[in-house]
DNA sequence: CTACCGCGTGTTTTT
DNA sequence: CACGCGGTAG
């Protein structure tokens, strides 16, 4: 390989250059962490002649997963990726397709997402007549993650509860387990504790993949949680050839399970390891990344660094004070309107971050009435949409039978006149005689369940059979699909309901049979469970078009491991960000808001905005907040002037749609439309952000370079198009 | 027994 | 404000 010396600074070389042996790389945020990650798996490969194969990179989300594939497969300058690079939960599933037999699991199993582990907890729940003691079956689902994430199992669990919660909790968790295995279900904190329960139980099963894998990198190893650090544990065995790469200070998942001191302890956790920093930011300008490294410092119990840059001091942070959520969205659109014109940005370029998908509501509002092109990433999934689980539902019975979660998701989707009485009779008979809720409705069909309409039943029974036939016979699977949509009637139902939302869904029907032609294409010999594995692991994280110009807004947590020239971070309100339910947060959890912060800050190269309201309606009700005191640990010789956009833009009277009939007002006649540059005799030029009324009365807001926000009477203004 | 309508409730972050 | 749940009508 030629010159790694002149592509890496010293500290990425020691990093890329040493053994094979446990390594610890703190990455700071912008250091190179994936550059480094690439160079040394090419380095494995090409220095030091380590076979491929022999190696396993793991992430934590499909996202960094697919650029490292993207970088690595440059840098080595091959047409196909001759090494794994996985995520914790694919690589869990693969090993539970090997071994699924060894916990007496059955071939083709499901895995469940969110949504289905909380219904099989709420069915739970009313079979058992639990008192839940005010616990949702969220909360529920909460703590068994948690337990998953901690690898205790169910009756342990159980019998070391103490709090009557607990033990409730406990009872739950046993009867889902057994309900998961009688599905033949996973939920994905399983794919993580199964195979680690299959490495403790059996050494030769282990010692295959130690021997298979004797190379091990895993990045932001920071947010592993208890079972996933014990996998790599089980993995590195005794070569330990484990590279990890993380950053305390970016650790925001641990809600999640993560456990922040598997990355504190590796030193401990593997003697010997050695330790190399990364400091040198290659992202952000000086003042962004001082800010960041104070607002950080408040922090206790860290590593503690210093990260520097050679970019120069860059531009000072501008803090805007809006006087509610719809003035805040206004000021993002003022500011990056102007930006993009001065710095000829695209809108790319431009990201919008805020602690809650709730707010993603009202700053897209100025987005859509400016007409500037927006991406909102993350908030309800592709795949979480309802009509795409009904139609995978389909898909999922005919690959596993035992799946009754499907089953009665879609055997009365479309209505087929089949409610939940019905419903709850076949799945007594079911659960008394050990069939499977599709098998049940197949005796139901044939008169063997009491008080059921055997016709309706047929009906479900028909199209299954039908759809299996085609299955059987190697029905390609986007036709497959396909089939699903026609025969099922669902495409006849939308068609029938001809609203806008039955337009939108059976677009999204349409796009899930194109994806699964792509799916197919790209993996030829693909089986359905895999298009259905790869389908449950995705996240919408995971679809962003790099290709399309538009501004993306996203959550703090969405936007780990990205940059972009200019962030824009929203919503700096006490109780908000920092989030605070209860009036009272946790030492611990106040520090993990503070990395989240950190986090946003950091993902800004050039240009960072901080946005707070004086007013906001959060929960239904309206609330005056004051300033986050993220804002006060910045240092003010980081901040710009003070930039306070008070203009109250919400007090026209809102139209009200719902009383009497509905009215549709003429489209007006406008002089300019959003957007266009218009020239006003005092001040200057300016961009069209909104307009309001018509003829006498048409109001123009415009952004002036000059002096910020104005609105005119269109009639006095005497503007020109610039 | 099913389908529809209205009321009440409740919102962190995600593999 | 949107969704889920529960009650009622058919």
């Known amino acids: 390989m030629l010159s790694l010396k002149d592509k890496l600074n010293p500290k990425q070389y020691e990093a890329v250059a040493c053994p094979p042996g446990p390594l610890l790389i703190f990455a700071g945020a912008g250091s190179g962490k994936t550059r480094v990650l690439t160079y040394r798996i090419a380095f494995m490969i090409k220095q030091l002649g380590i076979n491929p194969g022999e190696i396993l990179a793991v992430t934590f989300t499909n996202k960094a997963a697919q650029e490292m594939r993207e970088r690595l497969l440059k840098l080595l300058d091959m047409e196909y990726l001759p090494l794994l690079v ?146 790599v544990k089980h993995l590195a065995g005794e070569h330990k050839s484990v590279t990890v790469v993380g950053d305390d200070d970016q650790s925001i998942y641990g809600w999640r399970g993560a456990d922040i001191t598997n990355i504190l302890n590796f030193e401990r956790d593997f003697p010997g390891a050695k330790v190399v920093k990364l400091e040198q930011n290659y992202r952000s300008t000086q003042n962004i990344l001082s800010a960041a490294s104070a607002l950080i410092a408040n922090n206790l119990g860290r590593k503690s660094k210093a990260l520097w840059t050679s970019l120069g001091e860059g531009q000072r942070i501008k803090v805007i004070e809006c006087s509610d959520a719809e003035s805040e969205s206004l000021s993002l659109v003022e500011q990056l309107t102007h930006l993009r014109k001065s710095e000829g940005l695209k809108y790319s370029d431009f990201a919008v971050l805020y602690r809650t998908n709730a707010q993603s509501r009202s700053l897209e509002d100025g987005f859509r009435t400016s007409g500037i092109p927006y991406i909102i990433v993350g908030g309800l999934r592709f795949y979480e949409r309802m009509e795409i689980k009904d139609i995978l539902a389909y898909l999922k019975i005919l690959v596993n039978p035992d799946d009754n ?46 008080g059921i309409p055997a016709p309706k039943i047929k009906e479900f029974t028909k199209i299954i059979d039908k759809l299996s036939k085609l299955i059987d016979s190697g029905e390609p699977l986007a036709s497959l699909l396909a089939k699903i949509i ?10 029938a309901e001809a609203t806008p939302q039955s337009e939108t869904r059976l677009d999204n029907i349409k796009e899930l049979v194109d994806g699964a ?10 089986t359905p469970e895999q298009f259905l594995e790869e389908v449950a692991l995705i996240t919408d994280m995971d679809r962003r078009d790099p290709n399309s110009d538009a501004v993306t807004m996203m959550t703090l947590h969405g936007a780990k491991g990205l940059e972009f020239p200019v962030v824009f971070i929203t919503g700096l309100e006490e109780g908000l960000f920092p989030l605070i339910r209860d009036g009272q947060i946790a030492p611990k959890d106040l520090e993990e808001e503070r990395r989240l912060m950190y986090v946003g800050m950091t993902r800004a190269q050039r240009h960072l905005y901080l946005t707070h309201c004086r007013y906001r309606r959060h929960f239904n009700r ?25 203009k109250p833009i919400s007090n026209r009277p809102k139209t009200k749609l719902r009383e009497g009939r509905y009215e549709f007002e003429a489209e007006p006649k406008r002089s300019f439309a959003i957007g266009a540059d218009v020239y006003h005799q005092k001040f200057g030029y300016g961009v069209i952000l909104g307009i309001e009324g018509n003829g006498e009365n048409e109001i123009v807001t415009i952004s002036f370079s000059s002096v910020g926000r104005k609105k005119l009477m269109v009639k006095m203004a005497g503007l020109k198009p610039a």
């Open 86 to 231: 996985l995520t914790f939960h694919s690589f869990g599933a693969r090993i539970l397709r090997e071994y699924y037999e060894v916990i007496s699991y059955k071939k083709n199993f499901s895995i469940y997402d969110e949504d289905e582990s909380i219904g099989i907890i709420k069915g739970i729940c009313k079979d058992l007549q639990i008192e839940e003691g005010g616990l949702k079956p969220s909360a529920i689902k909460h703590y068994i993650s948690r337990a998953k994430d901690e690898m205790i199992d169910p009756v342990e669990y159980a019998e070391s509860a103490n709090l009557h919660r607990q033990k409730i909790i406990g009872q739950i968790y046993i009867e889902y387990q057994k309900r998961l295995r009688l599905h033949n279900g996973f939920d994905f904190d399983d794919l993580i504790y199964w195979p680690v329960k299959i490495f403790d139980g059996h050494p030769d099963i282990l010692q295959f993949y130690r021997r298979h894998f004797k190379h091990l990198l895993i990045d932001e190893y920071q947010d592993t949680s208890i079972s996933q650090y014990q996998m």
């Open 405 to 450: 979660i499907s089953t009665q998701r879609i055997i009365n989707v479309p209505r087929r006149g089949i409610g939940d009485v019905s419903i709850d009779y076949i799945a007594n008979y079911s659960r008394e005689r050990n069939l499977n809720l599709l098998t049940g409705c197949y005796h139901a069909t044939e008169g063997k369940v009491d």
């Open 486 to 495: 026609e025969l099922s009637g669902y495409e006849a139902s939308l068609v």
């Open 517 to 526: 032609a792509e799916f197919e294409n790209r993996t030829p010999d693909a």
């Open 622 to 646: 309206s609330f005056f907040g004051k300033a986050s005191r993220f804002l006060s640990e910045i240092p003010e010789n980081t901040l710009d002037d003070a930039y306070v956009d008070l």
